[in-house]
Each structure stands twice: as C-alpha cells, then as structure tokens.
C-alpha cells in the first residue's frame, strides 16, 4: 500500500496529511505588519509553510490550499477587530501569473476562506502588470506595481483582502492605496510573510 509521507521531513503520515504533527507546530507563528491597514500574518514562509504553500501554488494542490486556509480562519478567529460584515477579496495576479498556474492561489483562499465565516467574496482587483513581481527586484516592484491595479467593481465600505505570501508588501499597499477614500474599515490577512532582505515598503511611507 502507498505509504504518505510528510512533504517536509518525509516521515510517516495517516491518509490524506501532508505533514507530521512535528512540523505542523511551525506552520502556526502569527505576526502583524502596519501598512495602510493593518496586515496580520499567520506564519513566516519558511521550513513546513513555505514547503506547503510552494506545493499548493506551483502543483495547484488545493486540498493543500483548503487545509492552510483552515488554518488561516482559526487564526483569525483570535484577532481582535471590528464586527462588520465584510467583503473578502484578493491581491490579484497579473496576466503571465494565471496564464503560467492555470489558477488564482490567493483567489482559492478567499473563496474558502469566505465560505467558512459566511462572507461574500467580491472581484474587486485587476491586475494590468505584464512583469511577474517574483523576478524584480525590491525597487522595480514598487514602480512595476504601481497604478499597475485598477478597480473593476463598486467598493465596498468593509473590506479583507487576503493573500498567500506577503513580500515585499507593494501589492497589498496598492490594493489598500487605491480604496482608502473609499471603505470604512479594511484589513489584510496573509498565510505568510516573507522575510525580506532590505527595508521593507511599509517603513519608508
Ligand atoms: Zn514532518
């Protein structure tokens, strides 16, 4: 029979895990960052979380994505903020980005996320970047990001915009740059924050 193996340290595991009880303990590691917006992060993208979250996005693993994004609500279920009924949204991907995956990961955890807490999941970002973010630098992603999302529907007055990994931060920025006259109330929420070599964009504002 077919043994199933921990995708990050490769012992044994029950049916349908991915991961050993061990390395699940890493996934969990909650931070905050302070943008426009508040932007809380569940882990850092590192060892277990980084090995599941590469699995989800680049092999389109989406029980992968399902069983992260449940993560994800427990963890936000422990934050403390305002009771609205929001809109769930995400940062878009641009054009080459689904074109290559074949899918929105970030769209993928909206919806699920969305779904466990009854909310309702609105399209409201458009990318118009032709450049993949991953392959620029810190600096050419600012400039490549900016004006580069547009608005495709109405705003609403609370809003979550969720996304897989958070990097450099320039994406979330433009999408939270661009609604700010416009809600009442928003938040980020990412599975990951990267640890960015080099001042991150939310300092330098
Ligand atoms: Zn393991």
């Known amino acids: ?14 049916f349908g895990e991915f991961i050993c009880d061990n390395c699940s303990m ?17 882990g850092y993208y590192k060892d277990s979380l980084a090995i599941l979250i590469k699995e ?3 092999n389109k693993n989406l029980k992968i994505g399902k069983y992260l994004t449940d993560i994800l609500c427990e963890y936000f279920r422990s934050i403390d903020i305002e009771n609205h009924d929001y809109y769930v ?12 995956k ?12 969305a779904k466990n807490f009854g909310l309702k999941v609105i399209n ?6 032709y450049k993949r973010q991953a392959s620029l630098s810190l600096n050419e992603r600012h400039k490549n990001i900016q ?7 109405s705003i609403p007055k609370y809003l979550i915009i969720v996304d897989d990994v958070y990097t450099t931060g320039a ?34 504002v």
């Open 124 to 129: 409201l970002f458009k990318s118009k970047s």
């Open 171 to 204: 994406s979330m920025f433009e999408c939270m740059n661009i609604i700010k006259k416009n809600v009442d109330f928003c938040l980020g929420l990412t599975l990951a924050k990267a640890h960015y070599g080099g001042d991150s964009f939310e300092e330098q």
């Open 26 to 42: 890493f996934i969990y590691e909650p931070s905050h960052t302070k943008s426009i917006y508040d932007i809380y992060h569940m």
């Open 147 to 153: 004006k580069k999302i547009k608005i495709t529907t």
């Open 102 to 113: 074949g899918f929105i990961p970030a769209k993928i955890i909206a919806d699920r996320f």
């Open 56 to 58: 989800f996005k680049y």
């Open 1 to 14: 029979m077919f043994e199933h193996r921990c995708l990050n340290c490769g012992a044994k595991v029950n």
């Open 89 to 100: 949204s995400y940062v878009p991907s641009n054009y080459f980005s689904i074109y290559n």
